[in-house]
């Protein structure tokens, strides 16, 4: 790669996928976006169209190629993680994909942290378990679609599915792997891991984790696809959390990113791994391309989401945000707020399929602003819980589309008593998978300055927040003695 080299990164998310094309400064250049379907069906099921999707990447590489007016030197693959893409050995799929947010095993993941297996396989990994990752998913098809295991040769995740099609070549980073079969301190699978879940017959379907920098290239098919020269370098991983980690900045022990997307992520860089066995078995360990350091991971389930959900609700738009929290003082005038509205339930930092949302507090006062106010706040309270329990101890970036919000940014630093920096570029994920790729391809490009905006937290509204958060807490100790009373509802 040339010095002054385009590298163009592709995130495909789950409800839209992105690609931006960064120069050496990791300034974007060109950017394109097109929305992702979702198939959301009986029975909690989440399901995604591999073809669609990769015509989706097709697209946007297209597109960014278009602006650009020139090849890049590269391209860079990340996305979402988890779920089950299932495909066949030429990379096609032999089901629909099932997304991470898939509910179809909640009730076999409520078993599991009964038995203690969840605790079994937590020991080896460090990974908790939760509906929508490969374990439960896995012993799901096991017994309802054995047709389906049959007729796959891989069981992969969705960039390493996207990188099949475009290269012909089955590559998994390690980051993908990780829950919930990888030893992140060896990056292999750890067979006690795979026999707590009773899959040890489909360990032959996941793939070997790739070598850090390992580059493939377009074939035929790929480069048809993207319009791009065959034999271009390709770079697959790391998925979306440790991507937008290393996009922010992310870069000492202790340093630590929340994403406020579609997942809730809380991560916190450090190089050491502790499978303590006293831990509650959630949140993962994820490899980085650093030899020696790891992401300690707490990606809850629902981020923006849940914001999303209580607009519908009081008939406002993403772009009323600000406004609407503008109108409501701290503490949304007594309303209170659970954000744990997945169909799926919750996965950091604690494991109950069987959490639900909760909205109260309500009485004639409340007006749209405070119910809005009252769902941010609980998405704040709930960032803070999963960033204590990662061991966040230096900075802290904030990105994803919530970040966007102004006044939702500054409502993150009040609750959390702590500054924070927002990127100045907003395709981090997509800046994250260029940056390794130029660092792999050009090992001796100086790594891009950092530019952010701070976020300084209000210290008149520190008490307000302790105390919502201390309230937050004590209800959630409650709410989890119910829920694991009564187990996860039919979900239809």
């Not at 054995?146 to 996207?162: E, F, K, N, Q, T």
């Not at 998994?172 to 026999?195: E, H, V």
């Not at 650093?290 to 738009?317: I, N, S």
């Not at 904030?398 to 940014?409: D, N, Q």
Request: glycine share 12%; charged share 20%.
């Amino acid at each position: 790669m040339t010095a002054g080299g385009v590298v163009i990164g592709v995130d495909v998310g789950t409800s839209v996928t992105k690609a931006a094309a960064f120069d050496e400064e990791g300034v974007t250049v060109a950017a394109a976006a097109r929305p992702s379907r979702l198939d959301r069906l009986s029975g909690g099921r989440v399901e995604q169209d591999l073809d669609e999707v990769v015509g989706s990447v097709g697209a946007v590489v297209r597109q960014v190629v278009a602006q650009l007016g020139r090849a890049p030197e590269a391209v860079a693959l990340t996305g979402q993680g988890d779920g089950l893409w299932l495909r066949d050995t030429a990379g096609r799929p032999v089901r629909p994909a099932i997304s991470w947010m898939d509910a179809r095993a909640a009730d076999l993941v409520t078993r599991w942290l009964v038995d203690g297996t969840v605790r079994a396989a937590y020991a080896h990994t460090g990974s908790g378990m939760f509906p929508g990752c490969h374990g439960p998913l896995l012993n799901w098809l096991q017994e309802h679609e054995p047709d389906s295991l049959a007729r796959a040769a891989v069981a992969g995740y969705c960039v390493d599915a996207v990188a099949q099609r475009l290269t012909g070549t089955v590559c998994l980073d390690a980051s993908d792997a990780t829950l919930p079969f990888l030893d992140p301190r060896t990056r292999r699978y750890a067979p006690q891991a795979l026999a707590a879940c009773g899959v040890e017959g489909q360990a032959h379907l996941l793939p070997e984790p790739a070598a850090p920098g390992t580059v493939l290239t377009l074939d035929g098919g790929g480069a048809a696809l993207v319009g791009l020269p065959e034999g271009l370098p390709v770079l697959a991983g790391p998925y979306d959390l440790p991507a937008c980690a290393i996009g922010s900045g992310v870069r000492e022990p202790g340093d630590g990113l929340l994403i406020l997307g579609t997942t809730l992520a809380s991560q916190v860089l450090t190089d050491r791994v502790d499978l303590d066995p006293r831990a509650e078995p959630a949140g993962m360990w994820i490899c980085t391309p650093t030899p020696g350091q790891w992401l300690r991971a707490m990606p809850a389930m629902v981020g923006t989401a849940a914001l999303e959900w209580a607009l519908a609700l009081v008939g406002a738009r993403t772009a009323d945000v600000d406004a609407l929290l503008a109108e409501s003082p701290p503490g949304a005038r007594g309303a209170f707020a659970f954000p744990f509205l997945s169909e799926a339930g919750e996965r950091a930092p604690f494991v109950e399929p069987a959490a639900q949302g909760r909205l109260d507090g309500l009485s004639l006062a409340t007006g749209r602003a405070d119910v809005v106010r009252a769902v941010c706040e609980a998405i704040g309270y709930a960032a803070r819980h999963c960033l204590e329990v990662a061991g966040l101890s230096g900075t802290l970036a904030l990105c994803g589309g919530g970040a966007r919000s102004v006044l939702w940014a500054q409502l993150i630093a009040d609750v959390l008593g702590r500054p924070v920096r927002i990127p100045v570029e907003e395709e981090v994920g997509a800046l994250g998978a260029a940056q390794v790729a130029r660092a792999v391809l050009t090992p001796s490009a100086p790594a891009p300055p950092q530019r952010h905006q701070a976020v300084e937290p209000r210290p008149e509204h520190r008490a307000r927040y302790e105390d919502g958060y201390a309230r937050y807490r004590a209800e959630l100790a409650r709410a989890r003695q119910r829920w694991s009373a009564h187990g996860p509802q039919p979900v239809r």
